[in-house]
Structures are given as C-alpha cells and as structure tokens.
Nanobody
C-alpha cells in the first residue's frame, strides 16, 4: 500500500519560509515522478511543482517560480518543497502526489498522479 505523508506546514508571517517534506512508502519511489499541489479555501486544487524520477526535470507554476524549490532524496524516499518569500496568497493545504506508473512530461495535471497524501496546512499571515 502506497503512503505519502506530508509534514512541515504551519503558520508563518509574510516574507518567511517553510520547508515541506513528503515521505513515501509502499513502492519503488525512485522511479516515480512526484508533485506538489495546493488547495486554498473555496478554490480548486492547483499545481505547484513537479520533479522527474531522477530530479533532472523540475517544473513550477508561474505563481511560485523563483520563490519555491522542489527537490528529492531517493535514498530517503522523500521529496521536499522549500518555500521562500511566502505571501498570504500561498495559504492553502499542500498535497504531495506520486505519479506511479503514469508517464507524462510536466506532470502538472491532477490526473497524471496515482497516489496522494492527506495534505499539510500552510498559513501565511500578512
């Protein structure tokens, strides 16, 4: 059974930083593309970032480009999202996702992921 467990969320002031982690288990993580999505209150879930199995290809939503950095450590079965210069509009529940056996390029769509975590709340105060 695949499990994705996010951690690192919390309350931070605007301009601050947080680092999210997502620990994966239950399959060969090192072969999977991974992604981060977020859902703000009253809004649809949206793409934040994705990373290929090797870490050589990383894509970001325009809204976070230059502020967020996604990375992975295949030895630890963990992906990370370093979030800097946070803004109140970054407030959302952040979800980690595993593409499993689905092949794509950018992995910026929800249907390109087979497995999802439960999410971690990020709140940015102004």
């Amino acid at each position: 059974q695949v499990q994705l467990v996010e951690s690192g969320g919390g309350l931070v002031q605007a301009g601050g930083s947080l680092r999210l982690s997502c620990a994966a288990s239950g399959r060969t993580f090192s072969r999977d593309a991974m992604g981060w999505f977020r859902q703000a209150p009253g809004k649809e879930r949206e793409f934040v970032a994705s990373i290929s199995w090797s870490g050589s290809s990383i894509y970001y939503a325009d809204s976070v480009k230059g502020r967020f950095t996604m990375s992975r450590d295949n030895a630890k079965n963990t992906v990370y999202l370093q979030m800097n210069s946070l803004k109140p509009e970054d407030t959302a529940v952040y979800y980690c996702a595993d593409a499993g056996d689905i092949y794509s390029v950018k992995y910026d769509l929800e249907h390109e992921y087979e497995y999802w975590g439960q999410g971690t709340q990020v709140t940015v105060s102004s």
